[in-house]
């Protein structure tokens, strides 16, 4: 990871990859933050390690980095770069919007991590999936060239670590065919959701629920081209498939009904979109509703 800005969310997320002694010493870190600052004391006594107590970061001193590093065999930083990038990997867990901020601070050592993985040719799934994560958020924040790089990276070495037919290679190809989408190139896009697509169809069940989600891909990626003609049986595969795998009332099934009333109202058929909103509504109120009752 990067020596300068390591949150202490990163170093709380990912303890349990640090090794046995590290591991041990930070088990109780998220109950007790104070613990790290007694852990490092030492260090930070003589500014070897600085803190922030504002941002709750570490930096760790050029010094001491040269000096680890060079008393370190081949082996050993093999060992540390891929605990890192384990570590890296648990803390960039969630790229919802209520944690962008955390993202964001992650984002200099997942870039770090990119490059290790790179040039000691790192090919775990928490290496990928890592890679994939980050592009997603990219993806998310409308920084695509930055977000493009990372996805190809998880794709390539996906498809040579997995094969071409493997179920994390279609996450790969799904997230970069929505990266695609976002930046216009539909052509390019496509050919990613459609591969993807088979593979799912494939290996999983045909009404399994990540076909649906293939499924509305390619809907929304013709509808947004106006091929309303060619949307419409990808809105209502992935509706049914939805339907019968999650049942009537599960989310993603109301994201596909307003999706599908979308293009309904494109081609003039108000009457039945005025239904799909209904139903779409339906669901999130009730799911607002199982929400509230589960905080209660």
Not at 110 to 134: G, M, N, P, Y
Request: overall charge positive; some cysteine.
């Amino acid at each position: 990871m990067n020596p300068f800005s390591i949150p202490l969310e990163l170093i709380a997320a990912g303890a349990t990859e640090l090794g046995p002694i590290l591991s041990v010493a930070l088990v109780n870190i998220e109950s007790d933050p104070v613990a790290l600052d007694e852990l490092l004391e030492p260090l930070t006594q003589y500014s070897l390690i600085r803190r922030n107590s504002t941002s709750r970061t570490y930096s760790i001193h050029r010094m001491v980095q040269a000096v680890l590093k060079d008393g370190m065999d081949t082996d050993t930083r093999r060992l540390w770069i891929e605990r890192a990038v384990r570590a890296v990997n648990r803390a960039f867990s969630d790229t919802d919007f209520s944690n962008w901020s955390l993202c964001e601070s992650l984002l200099s050592h997942v870039q770090t991590c990119a490059e290790l993985i790179e040039k000691w040719i790192l090919e775990s799934q928490e290496a990928t999936r890592l890679l994939d994560q980050a592009g997603g958020y990219l993806c998310e924040r409308a920084r695509f060239v930055e977000a493009e790089e990372l996805c190809k990276q998880s794709l390539e070495i996906r498809e040579k670590t997995l094969g071409q037919d493997h179920l994390d290679v279609a996450d790969s190809l799904n997230n970069l065919g929505v990266l695609y989408h976002d930046q216009g190139k539909y052509d390019e896009a496509e050919q990613l959701h459609k591969r993807a697509l088979e593979i799912r169809k494939k290996v999983l069940k045909p009404d399994h629920p990540d076909v649906a989600n293939n499924l509305n891909n390619l809907a929304l990626l013709y509808h947004k081209q106006g091929k309303y003609i060619k949307a419409k049986p990808f809105y209502i595969q992935a509706i049914k498939i939805t339907e019968k795998s999650l049942g009537q009332n599960h989310p993603d099934l109301a994201t596909f009904l307003k999706n599908y009333a979308g293009l309904l109202r494109k081609i003039n058929w108000n009457r039945e979109a005025v239904k799909m909103e209904a139903r779409a509504k339906a669901i999130r109120a009730k799911q607002k509703q199982a929400s509230k009752v589960a905080k209660n």
